[in-house]
């Protein structure tokens, strides 16, 4: 049994019950349905923001951007000024391909080892697909969610909820994302088990948000199709937080609130763990630099200067030699 | 102590993971695999601290008695001023993608050798000193703190990188290990950790101006022994200046091309090429003083880099030349391209570079003012300079190695190219998988090139030996071609164990070979002596 998926798994069962329990036996709706989102939200933005800040306070001394292009150079040979950008419209592209397609992660390989030796290298898409589907579901999960949040319900959502629930199986019918999602936190979870290497570097940290991702969408499906709650009420609540004058309507059910309980958990849990990949993605220094260094020189705000050894240091040492080898020198 | 044979270390290579959890893995110093420690006298020349005779081998490392607060101080100054070692320490998820792109992995399979293990072993410690989550989670948010076996283990490991940046090609937020091991390297140094075959070629380098320690009157005994190599050979007599002032353009190239075999065919090959376009109107001069292309100072920390690569402005500056012309070496374009005008520039003394043959403009270095070589030499042949006779080469069926820096710090992979196929007739590129930005190591790169820690280089370079297998198994190839210094010298022993049949060049060695030098007498033979393709006896 791996301990570092239990733990995480456990704390997730806790965090389940403690909402579940603390709603349904306890009555302690205000505090799941009120005090906690806004708390978990506040504690989200300043603690993103806090981070961002930190990491922007440290400079950017040097100009390290990975090249994985032909640079530029001679006007007859193509350049890559998507994976060597020269200009800022080329780093733009190059992020934006790496912040929405995750395109380095699309050069994934896998090595074998056979005989001979001989090494084999194949394409290896699943990291890749499965990153994909998970981060585009979550956000389209996210941007469906919005449909609680506004009144009157902007249009596009409505587009986009008719795209996500384009097979229109079952009644409520089933979202794509939804399922989507499920199935991919999944595969992320199954990897890291599997994999012996991944499962080697794993951390209980890694495991952590994967179930509590798979909490918040489980409970959000069970909600919609099994358990069947109140979706008036739903709405009521979160119109009540985003128009800050909260209520608690009756009668919406535990699992709701161990629903926005995940939500909150996650929120908060967000500043403080590698779920801040998804800001430190823009602030990579081997990705959003242009590769210009040799054209537009780059400023170290902390350069400072250093000792070196002096041509006149070097003479004074090698002057007589250098004059029996016939070497100029300044001083005779 | 011999070397294991291959299949003695292929044998070896275990992909499964310990049953134990990395943290419980003690780390073990294994003869083969690490390298000596600096010489105290070298350590002493450049003035960094704590210099004293150690062992790794030994339990007691003789450290200074607050080591553990100098290490904390300098991870911290580390993360203020480098947003990469901080963005770095934070944003890793762990997906593994980078596991199997390190050859030092594929080589050895010791887990430690994951790009993403290299980095949680500082990670731990990071998240222990400096994050919230680490001081109150502890184990369980993956922090530990920093004892001497940690510390053991950081010495270990970020020796057995060497800063190739192929894993930083996969990782999908950028994480860049060199600069991880970078950072680590800086720290080993605040404790007079460095390993031997950095810091005696950074003492030389400061004081002779090169890494093996040529003084000048040396150096200009051996390109004139070049010159009469070449006069033997070609029946030209090559005059090269030294230290000249008002020169038009200052070379310099690592000072491997003017030391050992088979790099001093590619010194024959610069001395060549300068004076075929001497009539042309080329005028350049080596610098006894400025030696030196490589920067094993970049092995060390930032500022050692920056001490030694001063050199290269100071003497552009102190003999007036326009700008500067590179040589082939790997780490050395890095430097220059990435971090030498933000170091030690402007370079407002100079002019932005133009080659004065073919009158083309190189403005891609309009700051730094800095060319390399490959750049200069395809311009040369792409504009019908070069009397080139291919044929000559016809010997060889080539294969090129893309050297690590050059390739993922700089971009430099269409120019030699285009000049090997330019100066011979057969060229065969390695599987897409091992060569341009996704280009294997030679497993000796960032001063990892000694000789006590062979089998670690074997281990390294098995991925990129057994990419050359694959050609020369398939063309044929029995040539490799590369543009780095550290390439040349650790190649040949790499192929000579792995792919027997297989030599190593400089491009320009190649370039050189298929040069018709004005007045030359007939070419019977390539600079190495041999006889040329239809000479044969």
């Not at chain 1, 937080?241 to 535990?254: A, D, E, K, N, R």
């Not at chain 2, 690490?34 to 105290?40: D, G, I, L």
């Not at chain 2, 070609?234 to 000249?244: A, D, L």
């Not at chain 2, 391209?337 to 003394?349: E, K, R, S, V």
Request: with cysteine.
């Amino acid at each position: 049994m791996n301990v570092k998926y239990m733990f995480s798994l456990v704390a997730v069962i806790l965090l389940f019950l403690l909402a579940y329990v603390g709603v349904e036996a306890a009555g302690l709706q205000v505090l799941f349905g009120i005090v906690i989102p806004y708390a978990a939200l506040i504690v989200f933005i300043i603690g993103v923001i806090n981070r961002v800040i930190g990491w922007a306070r440290s400079p950017v001394p040097f100009r390290i951007p990975s090249t994985c292009g032909q640079q530029r150079s001679l006007p007859w040979i193509k350049a890559s000024e998507l994976d060597n950008p020269f200009t800022t419209p080329g780093v733009v592209a190059r992020m934006f391909l790496e912040i929405l397609f995750f395109r380095s992660l699309f050069r994934n390989t896998k090595s074998k080892l056979g005989q001979g030796p001989k090494i084999y290298f194949s394409l290896e898409m699943w990291l890749w697909l499965g990153a994909l589907a998970f981060h585009w579901s979550f956000l389209t999960v996210i941007v469906r969610h919005l449909r609680l949040f506004t009144e009157p319900v902007p249009f596009w959502i409505g587009l986009l909820e008719k795209a996500d629930g384009f097979f229109q199986v079952g009644v409520p019918g089933i979202f794509l994302s939804g399922v989507v999602l499920l199935a991919a936190v999944f595969y992320l979870f199954l990897r890291r088990v599997i994999i012996p290497q991944v499962n080697y570097v794993s951390l209980s940290q890694d495991f952590f948000p994967l179930f509590l991702i798979f909490g918040i969408a489980f409970t959000g499906i069970l909600m919609r199709h099994f358990a069947k709650i109140d979706v008036i009420g739903a709405k009521q609540l979160a119109m009540g937080l985003v128009t800050f004058h909260p209520t608690i309507p009756q009668g919406i059910g535990g699992i709701f609130y161990v629903h926005i309980f995940f939500v909150s958990v996650l929120l908060a849990y967000f500043p403080f763990s590698k779920l801040m990949h998804m800001g430190g993605i823009f602030m990579s220094p081997t990705r959003n630099l242009s590769c210009n260094t040799r054209a537009v020189r780059h400023i170290n705000p902390w350069n400072y200067p250093v000792e070196t050894h002096t041509y006149e240091e070097y003479e004074e040492e090698f002057r007589e030699k250098m004059i029996e080898a016939g070497l100029p020198v300044e001083k005779e | 102590m011999s070397d294991p044979k291959p299949n003695e270390l292929i044998e070896k290579i275990d992909y499964n993971p310990p049953q134990k959890g990395w943290m419980d893995v003690p780390v073990k110093i294994r003869k083969g695999m690490y390298c000596y420690a600096s010489n105290p006298k070298s350590v002493e020349y450049v003035h960094l601290p704590h210099a004293r005779p150690w062992n790794p081998l030994e339990e007691d490392w003789k450290l200074p008695d607050n080591w553990k607060e100098i290490v904390h101080n300098a991870f911290r100054e580390r993360l203020d001023k480098f947003r990469s070692f901080k963005v770095f320490m934070d944003i890793c998820v762990r997906c593994g993608a980078c596991a199997d792109k390190c050859h030092f992995f594929i080589g050895t399979g010791d887990p430690k050798n994951m790009p993403v293990l290299r980095a949680e072993l500082l990670r731990s410690v990071y998240r222990n000193d400096f994050t919230a989550a680490g001081k109150i989670l502890g184990k369980v948010a993956g922090a530990r703190e920093l004892t001497l076996d940690v510390l053991k283990e950081w010495w270990y490991y970020f020796f057995q990188c060497t800063e190739c940046r192929r894993c930083s090609v996969f990782c999908p937020y950028g994480i860049d290990t060199a600069e991880i091991t970078i950072m680590a390297r800086e720290i080993f140094n605040l404790l007079g950790l460095n390993i031997d075959w950095i810091a005696t070629p950074i003492a030389n380098c400061y004081r002779t101006g090169n890494h093996l320690g040529i003084q000048p009157h040396a150096f200009k005994e051996m390109i004139e022994f070049f010159v009469d190599d070449i006069e033997e050979k070609t029946g030209v007599k090559v005059e090269p200046s030294f230290n000249k002032k008002g020169a038009d353009i200052l070379f310099v190239t690592p000072s491997g091309d003017v030391f050992a075999d088979p790099g001093t065919y590619t010194a024959m090959g610069y001395l060549m090429l300068f004076h075929y376009l001497k009539e042309q109107g080329l005028n350049v001069t080596w610098s006894t003083y400025a030696s030196e292309g490589g920067n094993f100072g970049f092995f060390t920390s930032h500022e050692m880099m920056k001490r030694l690569n001063a050199k290269m402005y100071a003497e552009a500056k102190r003999l007036g030349v326009k700008w500067i012309l590179g040589g082939e070496c790997g780490h050395m374009w890095r430097v220059i391209n990435q971090y030498m005008d933000t170091m030690n520039g402007p370079a407002d003394f100079l002019e932005e570079p133009v080659s004065p043959i073919t009158g083309t403009k190189f403005t891609n270095a309009k700051s730094t003012k800095m060319v390399h070589l490959s750049e200069f030499t395809a311009d040369l042949i792409y504009h019908n300079k070069l009397k080139l006779d291919k044929s000559r080469n016809d010997s060889l069926i080539v294969t090129y190695h893309d050297s690590c820096n050059p390739a993922r710090g700089m971009g430099l992979f269409d120019e030699p190219r285009y000049v090997i196929n330019s100066v011979c007739n057969h060229f065969h590129d390695m599987p897409r998988n091992t060569i341009r930005e996704q280009t294997f190591c030679c497993g000796s790169g960032s001063g990892l090139n000694a000789g006590e820690d062979t089998e670690l280089r074997l281990c390294g370079g098995l991925p990129r030996a057994n990419a050359v297998k694959h050609v020369h198994e398939k063309f044929g190839v029995n040539m490799l071609a590369t543009i780095c210094a550290i390439d040349r010298a650790a190649l040949p022993p790499l192929m000579n164990y792995w792919v027997p049949g297989v030599g190593v060049t400089g491009l320009t060695e190649m370039v050189a070979n298929a040069l018709i030098m004005p007045g030359e007498a007939e070419r019977t033979t390539n600079l190495r002596g041999e006889p040329l393709s239809g000479m044969e006896e």
